[in-house]
């Protein structure tokens, strides 16, 4: 069975601040992809940066970056220069191969705060 | 391209009623998931379809539960006899089939509570 963990319930960081939000997961399949949704208030979950598991590359979408390292099976976002618009429920989801991705997995959530 | 719409955007029923929830995925995405999401969890996998064929089914979704996507397009999910533990956010998603791994496309969900 495929299991993602975050450990930390919620973060809250000042405006401008750079945040690392963790994460864990186990899969015994050798070919997968990990994502990072975000789910801001009342509105609808967006994807923020995705990895495939057999590039070593981390993966960076201007102020967001993973820090992955598989052997730990870990799958860091950190989010550089934070903004107002940061704060949602953000979650780190992981997905088996084949044709196309199929059923995602996810994490329990980690809520994030930016303080002005 | 209007994304994915769910609807209703909330549904409040009393407990036994049946319940049905539709979602339109995006025109040319083959690929359709159904997931529940309770309050402060992630969502969880309940079903997928690759055109109008229902490929997998979760343990969670129990035979109170069917979904269809008859025509390949737009889906529904029923609940009949709905219980308290029902009360949760059901979410729709869609990708083509051969680029799921580009992530998912999420509507906005359908908030469902049970009284």
């Known amino acids: 069975a495929q299991t993602v963990t975050q450990s930390q319930p919620e973060m809250s960081v000042q405006e401008a601040e750079t945040v690392t939000l963790s994460c864990t997961y186990d899969?015994?399949?050798?070919?997968?992809?990990l994502f990072w949704y975000k789910q801001p208030p009342s509105r609808q979950m967006i994807l923020v940066i995705r990895q495939e598991a057999y590039k070593q590359q981390n993966a960076t979408e201007n102020r967001f970056s993973v820090n992955f390292q598989k052997a730990a099976k870990s799958f860091s976002l950190k989010i550089s220069d934070s903004q107002l618009g940061d704060t949602a429920m953000y979650f780190c989801?992981?997905?088996?191969?084949?044709?196309?991705?199929?059923?995602?997995?996810f994490g329990q959530g980690t809520r994030l705060t930016i303080n002005p | 391209d209007t994304g994915v719409s769910q609807d209703p955007r909330h549904k409040i029923t009393k407990r036994g009623q049946n319940v049905t929830f539709r979602c339109d995925p995006i025109s040319e995405h083959n690929r359709l998931y159904w997931y529940r999401q309770t309050l402060g969890q992630g969502p969880e996998f309940l079903t997928y379809?690759?055109?109008?064929?229902?490929?997998?089914k979760s343990r969670l979704l129990s035979d109170r539960f069917s979904a269809e996507r008859p025509k390949g397009s737009f889906s529904t999910l029923e609940i009949q006899r709905t219980e308290q533990g029902d009360s949760a956010m059901y979410l729709c998603?869609?990708?083509?089939?051969?680029?799921?791994?580009?992530?998912?496309?999420f509507g906005s969900g359908t908030r469902l509570t049970v009284v």
């Open positions: 379809f690759q055109n109008e064929a229902q490929l997998e």
């Open positions: 989801a992981l997905s088996s191969g084949g044709q196309g991705a199929q059923k995602l997995v």
């Open positions: 899969t015994s399949e050798n070919n997968y992809y």
């Open positions: 998603a869609s990708s083509p089939w051969d680029r799921g791994y580009y992530g998912y496309t």
